[in-house]
């Protein structure tokens, strides 16, 4: 694991493009697993910026979200499509039909997350997965005691993630959809290359827990520590108590 410390969120928004650019530049039409959340939109602002400059283009490559609400309309402002378009596709060159999220409005809501695991394989599987992390250890919708050889699924999310995702609904709680579908832990660790985003006080524990803890499903995203590439971006407060 290797655990970069930088000065802010616009240097891990450089760090972070530059391990895309890589695998772009070795691989055109890699396969980008994408993330949503407030951490990888440094990301993609920078990706966005390089497109528009013409140093990077992702004309070619293909990209999977890692998790989905199940039960907001098509097209709503805080489903995770919407804003990974918002965030992600209309700010660089990829073709919006060549990135895929889970289905979360078939009527078979059991039968999405094996369809998505088939549609990941069909692709030749993800190069490079970027991530965030919640502040209790979970990564995409794997909260803790979610099983680490987990694949992508229907779950139900608890009330503390459905609290700390308020805030993207007015505040209200009640808003938040209670279910999902997300890539397992297992899914992402089958990801060649993972690039974890952690920034501010308020994950230092949880990056404690990834680069000095026991791996558990306690703390899902310690399974990370099974993975041979990992790329762990910080700032200097969720560094801070390594
Ligand atoms: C959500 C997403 C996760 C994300 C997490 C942390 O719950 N499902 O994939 O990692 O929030 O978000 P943030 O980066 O805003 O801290």
Redesign the pocket.
């Known amino acids: 694991m290797e655990v970069v410390i930088l000065d802010d969120a616009e240097q891990v928004g450089r760090v972070g493009a530059d391990v895309i650019a890589e695998h772009v530049a070795a691989k055109p039409a890699a396969v980008l697993g994408l ?6 939109v440094h990301v993609y602002r920078e990706l966005g910026a390089r497109v528009q400059r013409g140093e990077l283009s992702l004309a070619q490559c293909r990209g999977f979200l ?2 989905e609400y199940v039960g907001l309309p098509a097209g709503h402002p805080e489903s995770y499509r919407t804003v990974i378009d918002r965030e992600f596709v209309d700010a660089v060159d990829i073709d919006p039909a060549n990135v895929h999220g889970p289905d979360g409005h078939g009527d078979d809501l059991k039968a999405a997350g094996p369809a998505y695991e088939q549609l990941i394989a069909d692709a030749g599987g993800i190069d490079v997965q970027l ?4 502040t209790e250890g ?4 794997n909260e803790p005691g979610s099983s680490l050889a987990s694949r992508t699924r229907l779950k139900s999310l608890t009330l503390r ?1 459905r609290q ?2 308020a805030r993207f609904f007015d505040g209200d709680v009640e808003a938040v959809p209670q279910h999902c579908l997300t890539m397992g832990v297992g899914t992402i660790l089958a990801g060649r290359h993972l690039v974890l985003i952690a920034m501010g006080e308020a994950k230092a524990q949880v990056v404690r827990e990834l680069v000095e803890g026991q791996v558990s499903a306690r703390w899902p995203v310690t399974a990370l520590q099974l993975h041979q590439h990992v790329t762990v971006l910080l700032d200097g407060a969720a560094a801070s108590r390594l």
């Not at 979970?138 to 919708?141: E, G, P, S, T, Y």
């Open positions: 993330a949503t959340g407030s951490s990888p890692l998790d991530l965030g992390v919640g979970h990564i995409a919708f993630t700390d995702n």
